[in-house]
Nanobody, 120 residues
Framework: QVQLVESGGGLVQAGGSLRLSCAVS????????MNWYRQAPGKQRDLVAS???????RYTDSVEGRFTISRDNAKNTVYLQMNGLKPEDAAIYYC??????????????WGQGTQVTVSS
């Protein structure tokens, strides 16, 4: 059973920083692309940032230059460093990953989410 466990959310003032972590555990061959999504109340879940196993990153326009996604393949962990936080960044942040469970099977998994609150 593969599990994704996020940590690092919390309350921060506008302009502040938070670092989210997501650790993947269980039995698998490797982890391909890892992603961070977020969902604010009453809104759809949107992709924030993604990183391939080789380290290629992509960001949604609204966080470009403020957020940095990174990963440690040895620790099966992905991070999201969030700087210059704005009230509109407040949401539940979800980790997502394409996990190669066998040499012929890749499945997509979600974490349980971590709350980020930004006070103005």
């Amino acid at each position: 059973q593969v599990q994704l466990v996020e940590s690092g959310g919390g309350l921060v003032q506008a302009g502040g920083s938070l670092r989210l972590s997501c650790a993947v555990s269980g039995r698998f061959v490797s982890i391909n692309t890892m992603n961070w999504y977020r969902q604010a109340p009453g809104k759809q879940r949107d992709l924030v940032a993604s990183i391939t196993r080789g380290g290629t990153t992509r960001y949604t326009d609204s966080v470009e230059g403020r957020f940095t996604i990174s990963r440690d393949n040895a620790k099966n962990t992905v991070y999201l460093q969030m700087n210059g936080l704005k009230p509109e960044d407040a949401a539940i942040y979800y980790c997502n990953a394409d996990v190669k469970q066998t040499w012929t099977s890749t499945l997509n998994y979600w974490g349980q989410g971590t709350q980020v609150t930004v006070s103005s």
